[in-house]
């Protein structure tokens, strides 16, 4: 099975590398300026479970696809998604399948209506994994789990071949009768996250430290349980549990990268995280026009965006 890897990032070159260690057909697609990093250095993982320097990986760049591949494996940020499709299109063909590992579900209506609902698998992943200064990616604890499955729980032959390609690779791999039931409860457990660290500048330990804290926590979480609730996917009670749980947990420096994010001055997925849940609620109830605490998150991320956007028009960019 041929794959292709968008994008050899934290995410794509973490799993794309682990696939490509375990001899798998791998091939990353990337810009100029990456595949000229990855000839001279090669992919460097850092990980608790084994680095790995991999010379020469095999990349493509957009306009040299010239054959369909049989899995894409896209974990782009949600606002580089058209970017990506446009990118990978060539790649597609009537039986190739696409494996999003992106958080929420905006993208699976944007990867629908451009590539058809067949093709389009749902996925996610944890992992904690960033570029360091010399591009090189670092596994930051030891946890790497990609899960996988038909969205309409069907085990397939398609899908049994998927995870012959992604199982005994490096990281632990789950084919799922549910994916997308996992990918709400992920959508709740994050959206929350990202709501209340962002919106308090704080990681968990500290707001549940400060008055008021963990009542804003258990708020938003409640108000996303609702509203996948009423999308017809509520979380169970055995997540909502573990939830509740590492969200309240004393002491914990947990945050949302969305945090890091902010505080990096770097762009942020609040349409795609937050907004979208809002989105899918109003949609339902048009007529409910209270300002909720996932609204409130989201109004403060949206006037960051703005700001961000204001100040990047106005600052002179080096060498100009």
């Known amino acids: ?46 990980s608790p479970h084994g680095n790995v320097s991999l010379r020469k990986p095999p990349t493509i760049l957009s306009e040299n696809i010239g054959h369909p591949f049989d899995l894409v494996l896209l974990s782009c940020k949600a606002y580089d998604l058209e970017g990506a499709m446009d990118s990978f299109a060539a790649a597609v063909g009537p039986e190739t399948m696409v494996l999003p590992l992106l958080n929420g579900m905006r993208h699976l209506d944007m990867l629908d209506e451009r590539f058809g609902r067949s093709l389009i698998l749902g996925g996610q992943c944890v992992i904690a994994a960033t570029l360091d200064s010399q591009r090189a990616v670092v596994h930051l ?30 990281f632990d791999a789950s084919l799922s009768d549910h994916i997308v039931q996992e990918m709400w409860e992920k959508w709740v457990f994050l959206a929350t996250l990202a709501s209340v660290t ?6 968990i330990g500290d707001i549940v430290a400060s008055p008021g804290g963990n009542e804003l926590i258990r ?11 009423g999308a017809g ?65 989201y109004a403060h991320l949206k006037a960051y965006e703005t700001r961000r956007a204001r100040t990047l028009a106005t600052t002179p960019q080096a060498g100009k």
């Open 1 to 46: 099975m041929r794959v292709l890897v968008v994008g050899a990032g934290a995410i794509g070159g973490y799993f794309g590398g682990r696939l490509l260690q375990a001899g798998r057909d791998v091939t990353f697609l990337v810009r100029p300026r990456r595949a000229a990093e990855l000839a001279d250095t090669g992919l460097i993982i850092k």
């Open 233 to 297: 996917h509520a979380p169970q009670a055995a997540f909502l549990e573990q939830a509740r749980a590492a969200l309240t947990a004393a002491g914990s420096p947990l945050t949302a990268s969305m945090l890091r994010d902010v505080e990096s001055n770097a762009p942020v997925e609040a349409d795609h995280i937050v907004g979208d849940l809002l989105r899918r609620h109003r949609a339902v109830h048009p007529n409910r026009n209270q300002l909720s605490e996932l609204a409130t998150a």
């Open 219 to 229: 708020s938003l979480l409640e108000e996303c349980r609702a509203i996948a609730e």
């Open 141 to 170: 604890n030891d946890v790497h789990k990609l899960a996988f499955g038909e969205r309409d729980g069907a085990m397939s032959d398609r899908i049994h071949r998927v995870a012959s390609i992604l199982g005994n690779a490096g």
């Open 198 to 203: 962002c919106l308090m500048r704080a990681p």
